[in-house]
Each structure stands twice: as structure tokens, then as C-alpha cells.
């Protein structure tokens, strides 16, 4: 049974509201959907979105999460919220009461983030509910034509899926290939400035955008299969900035998650359980970075050095990239206790080996290695680089001393060849030699 009333959480949205109004948070409207955990896996599963096409891989999710939430290995979010105007919020009713205050408060929080953070000024939040709900239609109408089936469209499905991460980091539009060379040559004709770029080389220069790419030079794709890839695109670029800005998003959640619940002149029955399970959430881990823990230092120490109005400044103009750049320094590195360590081969057995600590050298390469970790960073960045007359597409593995699993991109490279014509080459580094894949 749980210890609230719907009465009382609309009394307490009231008061928590009330509270950000005055401090200057802007936010979407939030709508509350009341759900169990069993529900909250699917939500989980299918990134929160009510209206989400069919996938096999949203299902294997779902069972993942299922047995090692059922098996206690791991717990569920106390909350799920969508990038949506107005944005979707999920409650678990077995949550008491003082955490689903909790939860409305960091829940608004993140809203204000969506809303005013520069890297999700391309969303749409307004329209992607209505987008996801005909892409789902249109895939459901390849599923049912006769001369399509559901086969063909897993495959191509299955295939984007592997490279739907490999899209333009900075969601910036799609410049298409010839446009971008109509304006070069138009550049050299006014007597602008030279670039060395061959115009009829496809593409003029490295595109990461492989859906992108795929999609715009794959001629021999029906309309279909054309369809399928974008849609797998215009999600992941949906989804790039949350992905982006994990640290801050969640770090200024619960700073005003912290903030207003402080405020809320909570009787103790409350404020004390309040306060042990922000302290959970918030707390370092020992083999991994928080994002809530590192996020929520970021704000706290803006607030306490610069004051409120730089907080608002940090909430719309930082991702995690610029963020950890600007913020997090020797002080940082040792308040946080960061440190880098590596896996050491010995004779006897293995060991783990402290590379740097955050003394007056060390911090710096723990803050580049933090910023390579985080978010989008820590997945390869692969882009094509020429795609020949003859068919023939060349990508190449952009190395930053961080060596590709060869049997995961052999089956990437198989997969990306499912949507492309011609053969595929995959050109990268191991252990400090060019290979080919």
C-alpha cells in the first residue's frame, strides 16, 4: 500500500512548483504518469516514449532488466522523464511519499534543462511524439506489405541500429553532397578563398553521419529501406543530446532537486528519509564516475564561487564536454578523488595499476581522460571517407590511442554492408599498426 494520495501529490506538486517558480526555473509542463515496475521496465525499455515502433532488441532490454531487477543485482530509476512539451514523467506507485516529491522536484529540474540548454535547441519536443507515432505506423505498413514482411525490415532495422550512434555529434543539418559542392565552386568563381578539396570526390570531406551518408548515396535502397534508416537517424539524433549532457542534466536536477525539498519545511518523517536517499543518489562510486555525484559538485561549486545567476548561465550554454573542460580542475580532481588506473598483465596473476593521481601533473590527464570517457565520447568515432565509382565505401576509425574490439566491428562492418551495395572497408589502428577490417 502506498502512504500518499493522489490529492496529496497534487498539494506537494503545487508547493514544489511554487518554489522553482520563484528562483526563475522555466520548464515545460509536466504530465505525471503513475505506473508499477513492471511497466517502468517497459518505459525503460522503449526510452520512455509511448508511441515507439516494434524491435526485437527493445524486448531483449526489457528481459535484461526484468531478471536483474528481479534478481537483485541491480534497482530501477526512481523516476523517468522525456524531452517532450509537455514533457512525460513516469512515477513508481510503489515509491512513499518523500520520494515522490523528491522525484517532482528533480523531475522539474530536468524539464528546465531540456527546455533552456543550448544542445537541445534542435529537438522539437513539441512534435517527436506525433514523428515516432507515424514512423511507427509507416514501419507496421512495411511489416504488413505483402511484398516487404517483417524479415526485410528487421534486417534493415537490425543493421541501423548498429550504427545509429554514428551520426553527427552536433545534430547540426545535413548539408547534402551537392549543395556543398555547388557553394565551393561558386566560392572559387567570386575569387574567394581557395580550398585544397576535390569537388567530385564523394564524400568532399569526412562525413560522420554514416546513416546519413548511407541514406543520401545509397541508390540502389527503396524508398522503404531509405525510410527505415532515416527514422533510426532522426532518433538517435533526438536522443544525442541527453547523451551529451548526462553530468549536467542530472547534476542540475539535483541541485534544485536538493535545493527546494530544503525548503519545503518538511516534517521530519520525511526530510530524513529525503535526505538518506539524496545522499545515495548523489554519492561517488568506487569503480566508475556518477554522473549525479560529479554533476551535482559542478552546480554546488558554481553557486558557492559564483553565485545563482552563473548556475543558470552553466544550465544553458555546458554539455558534459565543455563542462568537465571548464570545471573540473586539480581542486575538482581531488574533492571528487579522481584518479586513473589500468589493468596490468603479471606473471602470477593480474593487477590493477594507479597511472595518475590529481597532483599538479596528474589532474590534467585525468580531466582528458574523463572527457573521453563520458557520454557519446566513448564510443568510436567513425567516418566515411571515400565511397569509389566502383561501389566501393572506405570508412576509417578515428584512433585516439583507444583500440577497436575486432569482432565487434567485424559484424558492425557485415551490417553496414547490409546497407550498402558494394563491399565495405573498415580502416583502423591495433596496437599501434594500420589494419584493415
Given at each position: 500500500?502506498?502512504?500518499?494520495?493522489?490529492?496529496?501529490?497534487?498539494?506537494?506538486?503545487?508547493?514544489?512548483?511554487?518554489?522553482?517558480?520563484?528562483?526563475?526555473?522555466?520548464?515545460?509542463?509536466?504530465?505525471?504518469?503513475?505506473?508499477?515496475?513492471?511497466?517502468?521496465?517497459?518505459?525503460?525499455?522503449?526510452?520512455?516514449?509511448?508511441?515507439?515502433?516494434?524491435?526485437?532488441?527493445?524486448?531483449?532490454?526489457?528481459?535484461?532488466?526484468?531478471?536483474?531487477?528481479?534478481?537483485?543485482?541491480?534497482?530501477?530509476?526512481?523516476?523517468?522523464?522525456?524531452?517532450?512539451?509537455?514533457?512525460?514523467?513516469?512515477?513508481?506507485k510503489e515509491n512513499p511519499?518523500?520520494?515522490?516529491?523528491?522525484?517532482?522536484?528533480?523531475?522539474?529540474?530536468?524539464?528546465?534543462?531540456?527546455?533552456?540548454?543550448?544542445?537541445?535547441?534542435?529537438?522539437?519536443?513539441?512534435?517527436?511524439?506525433?514523428?515516432?507515432?507515424?514512423?511507427?505506423?509507416?514501419?507496421?505498413?512495411?511489416?504488413?506489405?505483402?511484398?516487404?514482411?517483417?524479415?526485410?525490415?528487421?534486417?534493415?532495422?537490425?543493421?541501423?541500429?548498429?550504427?545509429?550512434?554514428?551520426?553527427?555529434?552536433?545534430c547540426r543539418e545535413r548539408?547534402?553532397?551537392?549543395?556543398?559542392?555547388?557553394?565551393?565552386?561558386?566560392?572559387?568563381?567570386?575569387?574567394?578563398?581557395?580550398?585544397?578539396?576535390?569537388?567530385?570526390?564523394?564524400?568532399?570531406?569526412?562525413?560522420?553521419?554514416?546513416?546519413?551518408?548511407?541514406?543520401?548515396?545509397?541508390?540502389?535502397?527503396?524508398?522503404?529501406?531509405?525510410?527505415?534508416?532515416?527514422?533510426?537517424?532522426?532518433?538517435?539524433?533526438?536522443?544525442?543530446?541527453?547523451?551529451?549532457?548526462?553530468?549536467?542534466?542530472?547534476?542540475?536536477?539535483?541541485?534544485?532537486?536538493?535545493?527546494?525539498?530544503?525548503?519545503?519545511?518538511?516534517?521530519?518523517?520525511?526530510?530524513?528519509?529525503?535526505?538518506?536517499?539524496?545522499?545515495?543518489?548523489?554519492?561517488?562510486?568506487?569503480?566508475?564516475?556518477?554522473?549525479?555525484?560529479?554533476?551535482?559538485?559542478?552546480?554546488?561549486?558554481?553557486?558557492?564561487?559564483?553565485?545563482?545567476e552563473a548556475c543558470f548561465?552553466?544550465?544553458?550554454?555546458?554539455?558534459?564536454?565543455?563542462?568537465?573542460?571548464?570545471?573540473?580542475?586539480?581542486?575538482?580532481?581531488?574533492?571528487?578523488?579522481?584518479?586513473?588506473?589500468?589493468?596490468?598483465?603479471?606473471?602470477?596473476?593480474?593487477?590493477?595499476?594507479?597511472?595518475?593521481?590529481?597532483?599538479?601533473?596528474?589532474?590534467?590527464?585525468?580531466?582528458?581522460?574523463?572527457?573521453?570517457?563520458?557520454?557519446?565520447?566513448?564510443?568510436?568515432?567513425?567516418?566515411?571517407?571515400?565511397?569509389?565509382?566502383?561501389?566501393?565505401?572506405?570508412?576509417?576509425?578515428?584512433?585516439?590511442?583507444?583500440?577497436?574490439?575486432?569482432?565487434?566491428?567485424?559484424?558492425?562492418?557485415?551490417?553496414?554492408?547490409?546497407?550498402?551495395?558494394?563491399?565495405?572497408?573498415?580502416?583502423?589502428?591495433?596496437?599501434?599498426?594500420?589494419?584493415?577490417?
Open positions: 500500500m502506498s502512504d500518499w494520495t493522489f490529492a496529496e501529490l497534487e498539494e506537494w506538486d503545487e508547493k514544489v512548483c511554487k518554489i522553482a517558480k520563484s528562483y526563475g526555473l522555466d520548464w515545460y509542463p509536466v504530465v505525471y504518469e503513475v505506473c508499477d515496475y513492471y511497466e517502468m521496465i517497459g518505459h525503460m525499455s522503449y526510452h520512455g516514449m509511448p508511441s515507439h515502433y516494434h524491435h526485437w532488441s527493445f524486448g531483449k532490454s526489457f528481459e535484461r532488466t526484468h531478471q536483474q531487477y528481479n534478481s537483485g543485482a541491480t534497482g530501477l530509476p526512481y523516476e523517468l522523464i522525456i524531452n517532450t512539451d509537455p514533457s512525460i514523467a513516469y512515477l513508481m511519499l518523500y520520494l515522490q516529491i523528491l522525484i517532482m522536484a528533480h523531475c522539474l529540474g530536468h524539464s528546465d534543462f531540456f527546455k533552456n540548454n543550448s544542445t537541445f535547441s534542435h529537438t522539437k519536443p513539441r512534435s517527436v511524439i506525433p514523428r515516432m507515432r507515424a514512423a511507427k505506423k509507416r514501419i507496421q505498413s512495411y511489416i504488413e506489405d505483402p511484398s516487404i514482411g517483417i524479415e526485410k525490415v528487421e534486417k534493415i532495422l537490425d543493421a541501423a541500429h548498429t550504427i545509429s550512434l554514428n551520426v553527427d555529434r552536433f548539408r547534402l553532397h551537392k549543395d556543398m559542392k555547388k557553394d565551393l565552386i561558386s566560392k572559387v568563381k567570386s575569387g574567394g578563398e581557395f580550398q585544397d578539396l576535390d569537388v567530385n570526390k564523394i564524400p568532399i570531406k569526412p562525413d560522420y553521419d554514416l546513416l546519413g551518408f548511407i541514406s543520401e548515396h545509397g541508390h540502389h535502397l527503396d524508398e522503404w529501406e531509405r525510410d527505415l534508416i532515416n527514422i533510426v537517424r532522426e532518433e538517435a539524433i533526438y536522443f544525442m543530446p541527453q547523451m551529451r549532457t548526462k553530468i549536467m542534466n542530472e547534476g542540475w536536477a539535483s541541485f534544485w532537486h536538493y535545493k527546494i525539498m530544503n525548503e519545503l519545511d518538511l516534517p521530519s518523517s520525511l526530510h530524513i528519509p529525503f535526505l538518506k536517499s539524496h545522499n545515495q543518489v548523489v554519492r561517488s562510486h568506487g569503480d566508475s564516475v556518477n554522473p549525479y555525484h560529479m554533476g551535482f559538485y559542478i552546480f554546488n561549486r558554481i553557486f558557492e564561487e559564483e553565485g545563482l548561465f552553466a544550465r544553458e550554454n555546458y554539455h558534459d564536454e565543455s563542462a568537465i573542460r571548464e570545471f573540473i580542475d586539480e581542486k575538482a580532481c581531488n574533492d571528487l578523488g579522481l584518479f586513473t588506473y589500468s589493468l596490468k598483465k603479471g606473471v602470477r596473476r593480474d593487477v590493477y595499476s594507479v597511472d595518475e593521481v590529481a597532483d599538479a601533473d596528474g589532474w590534467k590527464i585525468i580531466r582528458d581522460d574523463l572527457i573521453k570517457s563520458s557520454g557519446i565520447n566513448s564510443m568510436p568515432r567513425i567516418y566515411v571517407d571515400n565511397a569509389s565509382t566502383k561501389g566501393e565505401l572506405t570508412l576509417k576509425h578515428e584512433h585516439d590511442g583507444r583500440d577497436l574490439e575486432l569482432d565487434y566491428a567485424d559484424e558492425v562492418v557485415k551490417h553496414i554492408s547490409t546497407l550498402w551495395e558494394g563491399s565495405v572497408k573498415l580502416f583502423t589502428i591495433i596496437e599501434e599498426e594500420d589494419f584493415e577490417i
